[in-house]
């Protein structure tokens, strides 16, 4: 007994030792991991969601007009909607949790390449499932970007196809059913995030690999490096192929908007960083706000800080490209491959360095340590 | 020779088997198997296991086999056969894939591997019912003593390991472990106070390298046998790390007098009883001497303490830090000592035409083997050849040239360079060699 008493003070005695040494003092973690779901769920991907349903059905509606009247007006205008709800997507894509998570969204929304043939057929057909897993290449918004500029060489010519007397309907056909298929994906997310799902991602405030804000974060990176990093430009450029694939770029036949919606996936993904709310009116708790909490350095920078900097490194080699990706990747891919490694650059910073500030593991396989 | 009491060594026995049993089920039913070994395409061999691989759909068979042989080994039937049945398919699931190494899986085939020569089937065993020329109420001290000291090896070894700047003077890892259990109930808020990062390190390291001692010696031992409760359960609470705490308190009750190990093989008798099992009685003492094989088994057990005793100091002979290089790391009971994370981006570049592209890593791992790979020179290595194999196979080109790019961070500091991006890893093959091709660590850590 007296040993034992003896061991548990010397404990106690050497702990004080040790915290009296101030050789690095760290703050303290005060931070409220519940504050920053809140902050994400009803500021920002709440209100993303709900911004791509609006969206979307106003490309829905005008799908539905431009059904019932081929004209050069209306064309236009599914062309304007399609392209404001391809923007606003950016800003919702990378949450993929939950239902958008079971439904495989992101796959219904934007496969790349769109596979033109199978479109096609199905419309020469008439006869169509967009329900289907396995028709996730011929919907969404690439295959929506071949239909309303790709059937012919200009506008003239694809207002011309959509009013042909043969095939001219059962392209318009098709346009609707995409955009309503999009729609109605999408309200199901925001449906389930409004009946339920929001309280449950709040609630889930824990620190395992099932936890919110582990799985959000996870996400997060998935997002940066498979679809913002590797998807629009990586991919295109030949970075994993060592061929290039002008073809994969977004927003292919449009040709004038890959940067645009590129640039937006960036700052979406920089806002989100740092708790941006989705009207940019409110900044709250964040990763950003995580890591200066945590006392985060990297070189003697704040993390946070050498993080941001990348992003903004990012956009600015970005905003030095030209507006068709496809053209930059066959004439000038040595500027493509620039932009891809100043996105490269920032995994580390947020893979490695912020996930151990974080203490998040990146795998999702739950297993044991020792 | 000295005898003691057989049932210290006939109730390990029978909890080690029944652990491992539990062990085996949580394992499959979490559904580990597939995901750790039949999901993923390619496998990490350790250094010269290489044929040691899944076997596909028959994996859950040989998991099943493993079972049976555990509750062989807790039963006490055909024991040394089921013991070595038990040793041998747990060690072939451990070597089927490096990515999931454990030290808690590795002491616990080292723990077979002993039990393979010691007589813990002579007491309330099966095999003693079966054949009372075997049976023995008597066994020799050094049976029971090899457990003892393989348990104060495993806990003073872990001790030892702890005594580093990292450990001591920064309170790293646990620092970043402990802030992130903060909405635990009861202790959750004083996991974020720098005060309890040092507290608990130096505690965890003072209960390693002294609670063997006090185990050993019965006047501190119930108080001891509290401490490892309190110590196991607290890790249990604070990390996700599966059944270990409970195989770590159960083996030490081993410590614990004959008497009391009589008086838990008569609870299970009372249970037993209760449930209307009442087995013929077992006749010990026939009369002749029982034969324990003493001049055979002793020379072995010398020969694999020595070897438990040196193995972890094999570090020694790398050049470099432990814990960046990772040579001589595993099988040295270092545990939760760093929290290591990387990236590795491979390029694979035509010798021939210079024509190159980076890998996309989940093409080919699973999350975790990724995520094992990034920071262990090992895996990097052989996944460097592996590619090589593949980008061959799909024609991309006849004279592969690997290159990785690649980042770790290791206790907090920032992420540094880790390999060195200029060097095809081509170049060198699997082995036990001092791996040149690392980049050196920019920091230091002194101790063990």
């Known amino acids: 007994m007296k040993k034992f008493l003896f061991l548990s003070l010397a404990i106690v005695a050497i702990s004080f030792f040790g915290c009296g040494d101030d050789g690095d003092s760290k703050p303290v973690d005060n931070f409220d991991r519940s504050v920053m779901l809140i902050n994400w769920a009803d500021n920002i991907i709440v209100p993303a969601y709900e911004a791509s349903v609006a969206s979307l059905t106003a490309l829905e509606t005008a799908a539905q007009n431009f059904r019932q009247d081929a004209t050069a007006e209306n064309l236009e205008a599914v062309q304007t909607t399609w392209l404001a709800a391809y923007r606003d997507w950016q800003r919702s894509g990378m949450f993929q949790l939950g239902k958008a998570e079971e439904l495989l969204l992101i796959e219904f929304m934007i496969l790349n390449p769109t596979d033109i043939a199978g479109i096609e057929s199905k419309i020469a057909v008439g006869n169509y499932n967009l329900d289907l897993p396995s028709q996730t290449t011929r919907q969404g918004f690439p295959a929506l970007d071949y239909l309303l500029y790709g059937i012919g060489a200009d506008n003239a010519e694809v207002l011309a196809a959509f009013q042909d007397a043969g095939t001219g309907e059962g392209y318009r056909e098709y346009v609707l059913a995409a955009a309503s298929k999009m729609r109605q994906n999408m309200e199901t997310v925001l449906s389930d995030w409004k009946n339920g799902y929001r309280d449950t991602f709040v609630g889930n405030a824990g620190s395992d690999a099932n936890a919110s804000t582990d799985r959000m974060t996870n996400d997060f990176i998935f997002y940066y490096e498979k679809h913002l990093r590797a998807g629009k430009v990586g991919i295109p450029a030949g970075v994993f192929s060592g061929d290039k694939l002008a073809g994969n770029v977004e927003a292919f036949y449009n040709k004038n908007v890959s940067k645009e919606l590129l640039l937006v996936g960036l700052d979406a993904m920089q806002d989100f960083f740092n708790g941006v709310s989705y009207d940019g009116a409110v900044t709250g708790a964040s990763m950003n706000a995580y890591l200066e909490e945590l006392g985060s350095t990297k070189s003697d920078s704040p993390l946070a800080t050498v993080i941001n900097d990348q992003f903004d490194e990012a956009r600015t080699v970005i905003n030095g490209l030209g507006n068709d990706f496809a053209q930059i990747v066959d004439n000038d891919n040595i500027s493509m491959l620039r932009a891809y490694d100043a996105l490269q650059l920032n995994v580390v910073n947020i893979k490695v360095d912020m996930l151990q500030a974080m203490c998040i593991s990146v795998d999702y396989i739950d297993g044991d340590g020792d | ?448």
């Open chain 2, 1 to 448: 020779m000295q005898e003691s009491s057989a049932a210290p060594l006939a109730t390990f026995r029978i909890f080690f088997g029944l652990l491992m049993l539990i062990s085996l089920i949580r394992f499959a039913a979490l559904g580990w198997i597939e995901k750790l070994y039949l999901e993923p395409t390619f496998h990490f061999s350790y250094y010269g296991f290489e044929w040691v691989k899944p076997l596909g759909n028959y994996t859950y068979l040989l998991f099943i086999v493993c079972a049976i042989a555990a509750i062989c080994v807790s039963l006490g039937y055909r024991y040394r056969l089921s013991v070595l049945v038990f040793f041998l398919s747990f060690t072939y699931i451990e070597l089927m894939d490096k990515t999931t190494y454990l030290n808690h899986y590795y002491f616990v085939s080292i723990m077979s591997f002993l039990l393979l020569w010691l007589p813990a089937h002579r007491y309330y065993s099966l095999d003693a019912r079966r054949d009372p020329s075997i049976a023995s109420e008597k066994v020799p001290k050094w049976s029971v003593d090899a457990i003892k000291v393989l348990l104060a090896i495993v806990y003073f070894y872990a001790g030892l390991a702890k005594l580093n700047t990292d450990w001591l003077l920064s309170a790293q890892p646990l620092s970043i472990w402990m802030p992130a259990r903060y909405h635990l109930p009861i202790i959750g808020p004083f996991l974020r106070e720098g005060w309890m990062h040092y507290a608990m390190s130096w505690a965890g390291a003072a209960y390693d390298l002294t609670i063997p001692f006090f185990l050993w010696y019965s006047r501190t031992r119930p108080l001891a046998f509290v401490a490892v409760v309190v110590f196991h359960v607290l890790t249990r609470v604070l990390f996700s790390i599966g059944m270990f705490p409970y195989i770590m308190i159960v083996s030490t009750l081993i410590f614990f007098s004959p008497a009391t190990h009589q008086r838990m093989l008569d609870g299970i008798t009372w249970l037993g009883t209760r449930l209307k099992i009442r087995p013929r009685p077992i006749h010990y003492g026939s009369g002749r001497p029982v034969h324990f094989r003493q001049r055979l088994v002793l020379p072995v057990l010398y020969v694999f303490f020595v070897l438990q005793l040196l193995l972890p100091f094999r570090y020694l002979l790398y050049p470099g830090e432990l814990f960046w290089t990772e040579q001589g790391y595993r099988f040295s009971w270092r545990v939760m000592l760093m929290e290591k994370a990387g990236y590795a981006q491979f390029k694979i570049v035509d010798g021939a035409t210079g024509k190159r592209l980076y890998v996309d890593n989940s093409e080919y791992l699973n999350a975790f083997q990724e995520k094992q790979m990034s920071f262990q020179p090992d895996f990097i290595l052989e996944y460097a050849h592996y590619l090589a194999d593949v980008y061959r196979e799909r024609g991309f080109t006849t004279e592969p040239e690997v290159y990785v790019e690649s980042y770790v961070a290791l206790n907090g500091r920032s992420s540094q360079p880790y390999v060195d991006p200029e060097v095809n890893l081509l170049q060198f093959e699997p082995s036990l060699r001092n791996k040149t091709w690392l980049l050196p660590f920019k920091d230091e850590i002194k101790g063990f």
